[in-house]
């Protein structure tokens, strides 16, 4: 349960920041900069600021200090995420890409015991999440983070579809194109509204070109014409609407 923290004091955001670090050590400085280190060390197991190498699963303690810092600025009564910790806050989540595509790719609440993200099992819900995110996002750089790591995990899932999947629906259940541009639909439209909202209004055609529907458009287009499938077929333009329904209901 997070704490309710309001305020600009700092000493008060510091020592709520530290509150969540598993095992401060006792010549950690109280500095928030020197918590955001501690706490992205703690959720990935490596050096503040290393890139992303592949991804592995993570230790259960990692996982529980992630849902920690997640509930403490992202759940009911969040505490204000400090600037200092936001690039701490977007690299953690890089190390959680399928996790959080989970998360916001599907209508699930992934906080409930019967359901579980894939490699780690993230217990988070899809609002703390968002409101997690939507801190994060004050910082454009820190946001770019999280967002090219999704942006990689939807090109992937898109590229895994194949020509029969743009030109034939299957016999029966389960539809796996649909699911996958489904849920690349909500993963997009998740991250496009947190950005839009960051924004407040001063948003660009670049920006709707880089975050939002056109890009994911453009993705699937582009793999349609790679396979030599139709644009304008009727499985294709069926494929094309359910992504913008789910972009569209996301944002």
């Not at 599907?106 to 579980?116: H, K, L, M, W």
């Not at 409101?131 to 004050?138: E, H, I, P, T």
């Not at 194949?162 to 796996?176: E, N, Q």
Request: some cysteine; proline content about 5%; overall charge negative.
């Amino acid at each position: 349960m997070a704490l309710a923290l309001r305020g600009d004091d700092s000493s008060q955001e510091s020592d709520y920041c530290w509150s969540l670090v598993q095992s401060p050590k006792k010549d950690d400085s109280r500095s928030l900069d020197e918590c955001g280190a501690a706490l992205e060390r703690e959720m990935t197991g490596q050096e503040p600021g290393q890139p992303v190498a592949k991804e592995l699963p993570r230790r259960p303690e990692q996982v529980r200090v992630l849902e920690r810092a997640v509930s403490a600025y992202g759940g009911t009564g969040a505490a204000v995420m400090p600037a200092e910790i936001r690039g701490n806050m977007a690299r953690a989540l890089a190390h959680y890409p399928r996790d959080l595509g989970d998360i916001l790719g599907t209508n699930v609440d992934y906080s409930a015991p019967e359901f579980s993200t894939e490699p780690n099992d993230v217990d988070v819900a899809y609002g703390e999440m968002l409101a997690f995110l939507a801190s994060v996002a004050k910082d454009r750089a820190a946001f770019d983070v999280v967002h090219d790591s999704q942006a990689a995990q939807v090109v992937g899932s898109i590229n895994s579809l194949t020509r029969d999947d743009f030109t034939r629906a299957p016999a029966g259940t389960p539809d796996r194109a649909l699911g996958t541009v489904q849920e690349a639909g909500y993963v997009v439209g998740s991250l496009y509204g947190i950005h839009a909202a960051a924004s407040a209004g001063d948003e660009s055609d670049v920006d709707a070109q880089k975050y939002g529907w056109p890009r994911l458009e453009g993705l699937l287009r582009a793999r349609m014409v790679q396979l030599g499938a139709r644009e304008d077929g009727e499985r294709a333009q069926e494929l094309l609407k359910q992504a913008e329904s789910t972009f569209n209901d996301a944002k």
